[in-house]
């Protein structure tokens, strides 16, 4: 892109020095192949950002690192923000505490669903206190608002009866 | 992902969007153009026009090129010091006849696969067909509607490859509008709606992070 600058900038002065009208169609020409550029560059990088706050709704606020590991840091910085924004919007809603509105992507029909795991994640633990391990194939009968976010991390599977 | 992430729509047949990468590929497709005024120092560009490989040598006028829309577009101007735009066969009477009287039978992919999109950038150029191209497009869509909607609406679960090949791209994503919409009816009536799932980006990356163990 610099060498197309380049070349309009001195055919630019030509023309306005030397009164060679003519060369008006080829300054076009390569002001039209920069604007080109920059379009495409742009929309990349707006379909990128896009993608990033998706992955905020999906994954929520932590990323697994491989991912992190392909985000610029100007990427990150902006994820950081988004999420800030959010967050503070969410307290805004709702009374006292706020609203998680990243909760209840699906209308909840229960309170208590059943789950089965699918693969190996650990110790759980639920807010009376009981603490579940989570082994693979194993099925539990948990508090939706707790699971919510492990179901769509693909660790545990809603199972409907 | 595909409930978490909305890209930029295209700018449909009014004016392009500027983000959106559908109009991005679109504006990419090539037209016929003629030069009308001598365009010096862009010789070397065209090599295959027989010119010579010097850096000053000028396009002469009356050259015939092949110049995408974003170029045509930009060095078009209404005096047309610069540029002569050919309307393309397909959007000319041969055609647009062919299109009046039965435009389901046509292969629209294959005619440029950005049929209705390129022909609404098409009038930016005014020319005398310009009405009768608007026209022409309209009935098109119009005939062909129908049928996409009722396909769409009616091939659940199946291979639809056969009912896409013959649309160009702007039907193609009114097709799987059609498709998702049924679709997500079916899960509502098998009570699936309620079911929480892991999002399909997560699934895919599942998917991904074998292949870069492999590696």
Not at chain 2, 158 to 169: F, H, I, K, Q
Request: aromatic share 10%; glycine share 6%.
């Amino acid at each position: 892109m610099k060498a197309l600058y380049e070349q309009n900038q001195s055919d630019v002065n030509e023309a306005k020095s030397a009164g060679r009208g003519d060369l008006i169609p080829t300054i076009k020409f390569r002001h039209c192949s920069l604007l080109r550029n920059r379009r495409c560059t742009v929309a990349y990088l707006y379909d990128r950002l896009l993608r990033i706050r998706a992955l905020r709704w999906e994954y929520g606020s932590v990323l697994p690192n491989t991912l992190r590991f392909h985000m610029s840091a100007e990427e990150m910085e902006w994820f950081n923000h988004y999420k800030k924004s959010l967050a503070t919007y969410m307290r805004s809603l709702g009374g006292d505490e706020g609203l998680d509105i990243t909760q209840d992507m699906k209308p909840p029909k229960s309170l208590y669903i059943e789950v089965r795991c699918l693969k190996d994640y650990g110790e759980f633990e639920v807010d009376d206190g009981t603490s579940v391990l989570l082994k693979k194939n194993s099925q539990h009968f948990l508090p939706r608002w707790k699971c919510e976010q492990l179901i769509r991390q693909g660790v545990l599977e809603h199972v409907l009866s | 992902m595909s409930e978490a992430y909305f890209p930029v729509e295209s700018g449909a047949l009014g004016p392009e969007n500027f983000l959106s990468l559908d109009d991005i590929l679109m504006s990419q497709e090539k037209l016929p153009v003629r030069v009308e005024t001598p365009m010096p120092r862009l010789g070397a560009f065209f090599l295959e026009r027989g010119a010579g490989a010097e850096a000053d040598y000028a396009l002469p006028q009356g050259t015939k090129l092949e110049l995408p829309l974003w170029l045509a577009k930009g060095l078009f101007d209404n005096k047309r010091r610069i540029l002569s735009v050919e309307i393309p066969k397909i959007y000319q009477e041969g055609w647009r006849t062919v299109f009046s009287a039965d435009a389901n039978v046509v292969d629209l992919h294959k005619m440029g696969p950005h049929f209705y999109g390129f022909g609404s950038q098409l009038l930016h150029f005014d020319s005398p067909e310009s009405a009768d191209i608007s026209q022409s497009l309209l009935q098109t869509f119009t005939g062909r509607f129908r049928r996409i909607m009722d396909s769409s609406q009616n091939s659940y679960n199946e291979d639809t490859s056969a009912l896409v090949a013959r649309l160009d791209e702007t039907e193609r994503g009114l097709f799987q509008t059609g498709q998702k919409g049924l679709n997500d009816f079916q899960s509502w009536e098998k009570g699936q709606a309620s079911q929480i799932t892991a999002s399909n980006l997560v699934q895919n990356y599942k998917k991904r992070k074998f292949t870069n163990m492999e590696d």
